[in-house]
Nanobody, 129 residues
Framework: QVRLMESGGGSVQAGESLRLSCAAS????????MAWFRQAPGKEREGVAA????????FYADSAKGRFTISQDTAKNVVDLQMNSLKPEDTAMYYC??????????????????????WGQGTQVTVSS
């Protein structure tokens, strides 16, 4: 069974940056697509960004475009999320998720957490104004 371990969360001021990292215990077909989701208190979990193992194909939610960058090192089974210009509304628990290639396709057409089968424990990001 593949395990995902997130790191890099924390508390920052608005406008600052954070880098989240997610390491998968191994690469399989079920980790071809790796993504970051977030869930704020009282809200549904939402997709933030996803990256396919080809190192080229990526997806970003509108809220992340221009501020967040997802990158995947397939050799190390690591996917990072660089978050710049953070806003208070970015405050949430951030989860790393992994799924097959189809998961990335779904992210481009309104996919949800149900398209991913493997999840990390989450890392908290808090942005204060």
């Amino acid at each position: 069974q593949v395990r995902l371990m997130e790191s890099g969360g924390g508390s920052v001021q608005a406008g600052e940056s954070l880098r989240l990292s997610c390491a998968a215990s191994r690469y399989t077909a079920s980790t071809a697509c790796m993504a970051w989701f977030r869930q704020a208190p009282g809200k549904e979990r939402e997709g933030v960004a996803a990256a396919y193992a080809d190192g080229v194909s990526t997806f970003y939610a509108d809220s992340a475009k221009g501020r967040f960058t997802i990158s995947q090192d397939t050799a190390k089974n690591v996917v990072d999320l660089q978050m710049n210009s953070l806003k208070p509304e970015d405050t949430a628990m951030y989860y790393c998720a992994a799924g097959p290639a189809s998961s990335c396709i779904q992210m481009g057409v309104g996919g949800t957490e149900r398209d991913f089968g493997t999840w990390g424990q989450g890392t908290q990001v808090t942005v204060s104004s």
